[in-house]
């Protein structure tokens, strides 16, 4: 400890004795400049290792059931299942999954059980605004904030389970179709979502995160 001290004391004098004390202030404060920019580096690269562990965490905790599902049923892909959870309570984050473990938005009672929540819909410019109802946006389409019951359940899996059957019963009522754009598109096509952009959303993530690998554990395992 006492070496280092000497020899910054050294570099000290020969910076001052080189640029001068207003020349030697500017190389301290340059010096100073540097490592809180090599600090907030750190602290951005730390967070964004963080964020990259919880996203990670929360598609596991959805893959992991929606797989055993998809090997019983045959039905809803597990990269489907995945990118709608994402979509939906926003990697886990939304109210709605916090407190009613209503990972995909889904409406009504589950065993009598329910949550008031509101919820984002997009309707044409000229639907009138219904009371109890908040305009988020309005553009080539009408984005409305709605007050609705939700579905509140006990775990993640009860989530996914029922998730599958309320899928299978109204959206993709065909078994074994292997293409997530396939069952994206059936999705919007069915009017699973007001969204316009659904199942590009859907397409989207499903790439951008490798969801797919989800999909080949579930058919060939």
Known sequence: MKTFKWIFGI????????FGFKGAKAVYNNMEQNQVAKDNQNQIIETQKKEAEAKHKFAVSIANPSIKVYKQSHQVLPSIVVAQAIQESNWGTS????????IFGIKGKYKGQSIRYYTDEY???????KKGEKVVREGSQKKVSV?????KYPSITEAVENHDRVIALNFIKQKNITSYVDQANMLQKNNY???PTY???LI???RQYNLEKYDNEAINN
């Open 123 to 129: 309707v044409s410019n000229d639907t009138p605004t």
């Open 11 to 18: 570099i000290v004098v020969l910076i001052i004795g080189f």
């Open 193 to 195: 979502a007001t969204d």
């Open 147 to 151: 007050p609705a019951t939700f579905r």
């Open 204 to 206: 989207k993530l499903i």
């Open 95 to 102: 109210e709605l999954y916090k407190k009613a473990n209503n």
């Open 199 to 201: 199942a590009k959303s």
